[in-house]
């Protein structure tokens, strides 16, 4: 069985082993803050989603990741569709996402509907990496009313 729920503070060890990137104190405020997911097959903990607020009004999905053993068979997929329809019904009507480009990653938000908006090229010495793609997808809210036809 498949549960997602909001990251917990007993997720810790967990989320460290799949997202070395995130500074303590961001955990602390994705858990409280419910801006982070773990989904479970059985109980077992085996991904993870994070995001935030871009211009502190667009959901930008910053980490996705399933365990390796898990992976490439539709986790992923299920992790964002769930945070695709927790942002629809929170009334947001565009949503965001990066990669960088020598990732595989970039082919399976494209299969989502997402499509590329731009780069961010980083090449600050100590701190260079591939350029970091962006894509976009626009979603409509749940509630939303069909206007009549004409």
């Known amino acids: 069985m498949v549960e997602i729920r909001y990251a917990r503070l007993e997720d810790k060890e967990f989320w ?8 303590e104190q961001e955990f602390m ?17 085996i991904g993870l989603l994070r995001y935030n607020l871009f211009w502190d009004n667009t959901p930008l999905c910053t980490m996705l990741v399933i365990d390796q053993d898990h992976r490439r068979k539709g986790y992923g997929r299920k992790l964002m569709e769930h945070w695709e329809n927790e ?3 929170q009334g947001y009507e565009m949503l965001l996402t990066s990669t960088r480009v020598d990732e595989e990653a970039q082919h ?5 509907g ?5 780069g961010l090229v980083i090449d600050i ?6 350029m970091e793609m962006f894509l976009i997808k626009g979603i409509q809210k749940v509630n939303a009313i069909a206007s009549p036809a004409p």
Do not use: T
């Not at 858990?31 to 059985?42: D, E, I, N, P, W």
């Not at 399976?108 to 989502?112: D, I, P």
């Open 87 to 89: 942002m629809k019904a």
């Open 114 to 118: 997402y499509e590329d908006c731009g």
């Open 16 to 23: 460290y082993g799949l997202d070395s990137h995130l500074p």
């Open 108 to 112: 399976f938000y494209r299969k989502l």
């Open 29 to 45: 405020a994705k858990a409280s803050g419910r801006r982070g997911y773990v989904l479970s097959v059985g109980g077992k903990p």
């Open 125 to 130: 010495p100590g701190h260079e990496q591939p």
